[in-house]
């Protein structure tokens, strides 16, 4: 089964700005709280980001005030806005309800270029 979709990302030079979507069935984004979560080449994937059912979000050290994250619960969407890229941003990036599902979809990669 799909229940997670992710999409919006590409190549971007540093200091760009992408936004990721993820959308998702099953009423999970209004249901749950969600998280962003990343995997760079040759390393173990790391959370990103947090909100919960309402709007309180958390961020990993690494990108706090440079992401935001944020859902529309009647569009079953929830977003990254990713300012200020980095090279070391460069990774495919999932997303997941929390507690996770254990499953995940495709990801959506972002390439940051120096």
């Known amino acids: 089964q799909v229940q997670l979709v992710e999409s919006g990302g590409g190549l971007v030079q540093a200091g760009g700005s992408l936004r990721l979507s993820c959308a998702a069935s099953?009423?999970?984004?209004?249901?749950?709280?969600m998280a962003w979560y990343r995997q760079a080449p040759g390393k173990q994937r790391e959370l990103v980001a947090t909100?919960?059912?309402?709007?309180?979000?958390n961020y990993a050290d690494s990108v706090k005030g440079r992401f935001t994250i944020s859902r529309d619960n009647a569009k079953n969407t929830v977003y990254l806005q990713m300012n200020s890229l980095k090279p070391e941003d460069t990774a495919v990036y999932y997303c997941?309800?929390?507690?996770?599902?254990?499953?995940w979809g495709q990801g959506t990669q972002v390439t940051v270029s120096s």
């Open positions: 997941n309800k929390l507690p996770l599902m254990g499953s």
């Open positions: 099953g009423s999970i984004i209004s249901g749950n709280a």
């Open positions: 909100i919960t059912r309402g709007i309180i979000t």
